[in-house]
């Protein structure tokens, strides 16, 4: 059986130990991605794989959702 990977596409810098613990932390079958670390050339690619956009404190425009359609939206500053 194979597992479905799904693809988190994390906005924010963040420290190396806090890194370490989000992959710690992920669940089976998740891969993250961390935007700072790709390549310009890359980013377009990755943002139309991701399954989610994780943002807690970076502005993102409507560029990027446009290019991430497949993707949810994730964000630390939803209100109820």
Same mark, same amino acid.
Request: proline fraction near 1%; aromatic fraction near 14%.
């Given at each position: 059986? #194979? $597992?479905?990977?799904?693809? /988190?596409? !994390?906005? %924010?810098? $963040?420290?190396?130990?806090?890194?370490? /613990?989000?992959?710690?932390?992920?669940?089976?079958? =998740?891969?993250?991605?961390?935007? %700072?670390?790709?390549? %310009?050339?890359? &980013? %377009?690619? &990755?943002?139309?794989?991701?399954? !989610?956009?994780? $943002?807690?404190?970076?502005? /993102?425009?409507?560029? /990027? =959702? &446009?290019?991430?359609?497949?993707? &949810?939206?994730? #964000?630390?500053?939803?209100?109820?």
């Amino acid at each position: 059986m #194979s $597992v479905v990977t799904k693809k /988190i596409l !994390y906005f %924010d810098k $963040v420290f190396e130990e806090f890194k370490k /613990i989000l992959h710690e932390q992920k669940p089976e079958g =998740f891969d993250l991605w961390f935007w %700072d670390e790709m390549a %310009d050339e890359e &980013k %377009d690619e &990755k943002l139309s794989e991701a399954d !989610y956009l994780l $943002v807690a404190t970076k502005k /993102i425009g409507e560029n /990027i =959702f &446009k290019k991430a359609a497949k993707a &949810k939206f994730m #964000s630390g500053n939803q209100s109820q």
